[in-house]
């Protein structure tokens, strides 16, 4: 069997990528790995095992982790610890180029004029609710190189830079006792997360992506980068923030997808 093959070589085979892939997975592995089979689970030959895929490509890899991303809300809300951090990675692992998606093509991807753009702030919030790109391109900014997966069935490795959400936030006066927030995007798009989430310490509100300003395909002028979720968590070209006791939804939550979608 090439999984028990694998875990006999773990110095050949546990190079530092497969490693960053064991991390990932157990944050999408909890639910079943607790439930069902205990923490043996956590090694990259269990994976493989219980995802029925041979973790050797990112074909495979990929795989694993659209099988592992289906699991219910309840279940992730339980086990999410707004204090874990996603993993980080080496300059050196960056994927290029990085995948564009969205609900449309390359070419329908939103213009945003930079100087007429403003964020806007609403709902359960009391300090400045309307913010031009210098203004947020002069608070304190922050990098980070996260994997971005997708449910669709493909992970890639990514830098991004800009402000601290909770940072943000906090200029902006958001009440922090409030349930969610919704992100309203230049595309229609929108989606939705809880406060402990928007407060993590790895949630971003990016400008900048591998050093640049972020291109349209990116999310000009912005994308909320939050790495403990999954990739349609992560809205690009917000124009919008409303905060809310009342459930938002979203573009992919109210078409089935799981609306904690995350770890
Ligand atoms: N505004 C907007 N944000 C969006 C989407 C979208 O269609 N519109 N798609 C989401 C999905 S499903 C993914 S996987 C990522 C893709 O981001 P990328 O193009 O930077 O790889 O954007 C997310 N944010
Ligand atoms: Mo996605």
């Not at 546990?14 to 960053?20: D, P, R």
């Not at 996603?86 to 070419?107: C, H, K, V």
Request: glycine share 8%.
């Amino acid at each position: 069997m090439t999984s028990r093959k694998r875990t006999q070589k773990p110095d050949t085979f546990l190079s530092s990528h497969a490693e960053s892939i064991i991390k990932d997975a157990r944050n999408e592995l909890k639910d079943p790995a607790r439930r069902l089979l205990g923490r043996r689970i956590l090694t990259l030959g269990g994976i493989a095992l219980m995802s029925g895929c041979d973790l050797s490509n990112d074909k495979s890899v990929n795989t694993m982790l659209r099988r592992m991303s289906s699991f219910n809300d309840n279940v992730q809300a339980l086990l999410f610890n707004p204090n874990e951090m996603a993993p980080t990675y080496p300059e050196s692992m960056i994927t290029r180029p990085f995948p564009f998606n969205a609900f449309y093509g390359i070419d329908d991807v939103p213009e945003v004029d930079t100087a007429t753009y403003r964020l806007q702030v609403g709902g359960l919030a009391n300090g400045k609710c309307d913010w031009a790109l210098d203004e947020l391109r002069a608070l304190p900014q922050e990098d980070q190189i996260t994997r971005h997966i997708c449910i669709e069935g493909w992970s890639a490795i990514g830098r991004w830079g800009g402000v601290r959400f909770s940072n943000f936030l906090k200029r902006a006066g958001v009440d922090t006792t409030a349930k969610y927030l919704s992100l309203h995007c230049a595309d229609n798009y929108w989606t939705s997360i809880d406060m402990p989430t928007a407060l993590h310490a790895q949630t971003l509100l990016t400008l900048t992506y591998d050093g640049e300003v972020l291109p349209p395909k990116y999310g000009f002028p912005m994308k909320l980068r939050i790495p403990t979720k999954l990739g349609y968590k992560n809205p690009k070209h917000i124009v919008a923030i409303s905060v809310t006791n009342e459930y938002p939804g979203g573009y992919w939550e109210n078409q089935g997808y799981n609306w904690f979608g995350g770890s």
